[in-house]
């Protein structure tokens, strides 16, 4: 059965079809489609396809598959890309196949959504594009299950926050080795910025941008990072080896972006940047695996909804929300110290904030309260948790802040960082009651951003330690993004960070649904899913800062069991990685 797809700009025109049916008259004369899939072997793979390949949101009888071709080899070929589909790794007998092209206008990326009927549900398939004679790399993928299927279990990995300049992929290098079904991208997949001395001031990797810029501002700023960053060996493996399910947090247009807005200055209005977010949002969808069509009509932020659910049979569900495009503004102000370390101002409370936007929110309150599977998965960008210290704890890891001042009576309190959900307290709260009413069992959140591992308990109130939890948070430490523990070493805009050890000690006092956080470490999260538990494993290298092999430890390793929600410790794993070599 022969499918045309035109999904906007970012994706090609696609004429895709079953092996044994006919060829689609639109795809070709049949000569010259045969000559399409014959492999010559004339030059090597990286050098008509220096992105290599990648695949993402899959389906149970489909996938997006993704490649970017050289310009040269895609003008020398006439734009012309064919691809195929096989059960195995020879291609000997190829399942489905297609013919698209590469084009400058989308700055030569190739990105189809193939649906096929020869494709089964929770299989494993390979694919390979072919330009000019020469195959690529050879990517795999994984169906979905069919909608409802009794799936005894499943293994994914998630990570985030990918700053190239700050070290080497070490830890993806790993993840590519894990025996896994699918990766889960929480975001900062790329960072706009190549020498921010507030966090990259520890050089690993350089990045030249066009022009000499040190920011991205333009499309071709930000297809240049793509191109960047998609060169790189770990992670290019790691796209070949697994579906990669992506969304975006802010470093893919600008840190602590909210809507249209940046804010790399104080003044709201010069902040105001529709042109810059319409190229970075133009760019994600080129270079992203993401199946969500990009038109240029809906305007920097309605041009792309990438929030939506993936189905794993009657198992899990995995609920993936967008945290950046319909946010309110930062409630206290755009200074350094109106987001970070502040004690919130009466705005933060306001119930008509929001994070998600009034759409979003409906839909995500109803894909969650309506799944009937074992598992509710919330791809969750920011920290969910309330993340605060009390004064009692700030008076001795910052003594230098209170000299001369009156004494308090300890329970003061400051919160990290109001660009997480801790600046939006009265939807947060409206979330988690809602879940609780409807008696939503089973919830788990699994989130990036704040380049640190950590696990918690979910509260509708935060502030009551006696209150049921109603489900599970955990939280994902960077890939190589610096932690606060790196941030201490070099530098984060004048402000001092103590040691880890006492770090942790102080917020868990603070946060008593806080039972694990690590900022000392770089890696992933493995997660174990079954219907009666899901077992979270936080893995960690040893050094990003050389390109050789690190060893990986287990820092922790959590059980959470099915039904009332519990969070048990299984292995302590590593217990100083802070002090070890990075």
């Known amino acids: 059965m022969s499918r045309r797809s035109f999904l906007g700009l970012s994706f090609a025109a696609a004429v895709t079809w079953s092996v044994g049916e006919a060829v689609p008259a639109s795809a070709g004369a049949p000569g010259e489609v045969a000559r399409l899939f014959e492999i010559r072997g004339a030059r090597l793979a990286p050098q008509v396809f220096p992105q290599s390949v990648a695949s993402g949101d899959p389906s149970p009888d489909g996938v997006v598959l993704w490649t970017r071709v050289a310009p040269e080899a895609a003008g ?12 195995d790794e020879t291609f000997t007998k190829p399942l489905v196949r297609g013919v698209t092209t590469a ?14 009927r020869a494709l089964k549900p929770w299989r494993m398939y390979y694919y390979r594009f072919i330009v000019d004679g020469t195959a690529s790399r050879t990517g795999r993928f994984r169906t979905l299950p069919a909608p409802g299927a009794a799936l005894a279990g499943l293994r994914f990995g998630y990570i985030s926050c990918q700053d190239y300049t700050n070290g080497y992929y070490t830890a993806l290098r790993h993840l590519a080795n894990e025996d896994i079904d699918f990766v ?13 001395s507030s966090f990259q001031g520890a050089q690993v990797r350089e990045i030249a941008l066009p022009g000499g810029a040190t ?65 970075s949002v133009r760019a994600w969808s080129e270079y992203s695996t993401a199946g969500a069509r990009f038109d240029p009509a809906g305007g920097p932020t309605g041009a792309l909804t990438i929030y939506r659910t993936l189905n794993f049979g009657g198992l ?8 950046r495009t319909y946010r309110s503004k930062p409630p206290c102000g755009l200074g350094l110290l109106d987001k970070y370390a502040t004690a919130g101002c009466p705005e933060r409370l306001s119930p008509s904030r929001t994070m998600l936007g009034t759409r979003q929110r409906d839909w995500f309150t109803d894909q969650i309260t309506s799944s009937t599977a074992t598992w509710k998965v919330w791809g969750n960008e920011v920290m969910l948790m309330q993340f605060k210290l009390f004064d009692i704890y700030l008076k001795q890891l910052f003594p230098h802040l209170y000299e001369g001042k009156a004494k308090s009576d300890g329970r003061f309190s400051v919160f990290f960082n109001l660009d997480q959900w801790d600046g939006f307290p009265a939807e947060r709260t409206r979330l988690l009651s809602s879940f609780r009413n409807a008696n939503v069992e089973n919830l788990v959140t699994i989130t990036g951003d704040l380049h640190s591992f950590g696990a918690g308990y979910l509260r509708p109130d935060f502030d009551d330690p006696a209150q049921d939890p109603i489900g599970v948070a955990l939280l994902g430490g960077s890939v190589t993004s610096s932690n606060f523990v ?22 868990q006092g603070s946060n008593p649904h806080l039972q694990y956080f690590n900022s000392a470490a770089h890696g992933y999260v493995v ?27 287990t820092l922790r390793k959590f059980r959470i069991g099915e039904g009332r929600p519990s969070l048990a410790t299984v292995d302590r794993g590593t217990r100083r990685l802070g002090n070890a070599p990075r």
Do not use: C
């Open 184 to 196: 889960v991208h929480l975001g900062d997949y790329i960072y706009e910025t190549t020498a921010d």
């Open 215 to 279: 920011r991205a501002e333009t499309l071709a700023h930000y297809r240049a990072l793509y191109k960047t960053y998609r060169t790189d060996p770990d992670l290019q493996r790691l796209h070949e080896r697994f579906t990669m399910i992506q969304i975006w947090d802010d470093h893919e247009f600008a840190n602590d972006s909210y809507g249209a807005y940046d804010t790399d200055s104080d003044d709201e209005a010069a902040n105001h940047a529709p042109e810059r977010k319409l190229a």
């Open 316 to 323: 899990m569900d995995l609920v993936l929300t967008d945290e």
């Open 486 to 507: 790196e941030m201490a070493t070099f530098g984060q805009g004048g402000l001092i960070v103590p040691p880890e050890t006492e770090l942790t000690w102080a917020l």
């Open 103 to 116: 084009e400058a206008k989308r700055d030569h990326t190739v990105k189809v959504r193939i649906k096929a």
């Open 527 to 553: 997660m174990d899913v079954t219907t009666s538990g899901i077992t979270a494993t936080m893995k960690a290298v040893r050094s990003i800062r050389t390109a050789e092999t690190p060893e990986l430890l």
């Open 76 to 87: 020398a070929a006439g734009g012309r890309v064919a691809y195929e589909i096989a059960a």
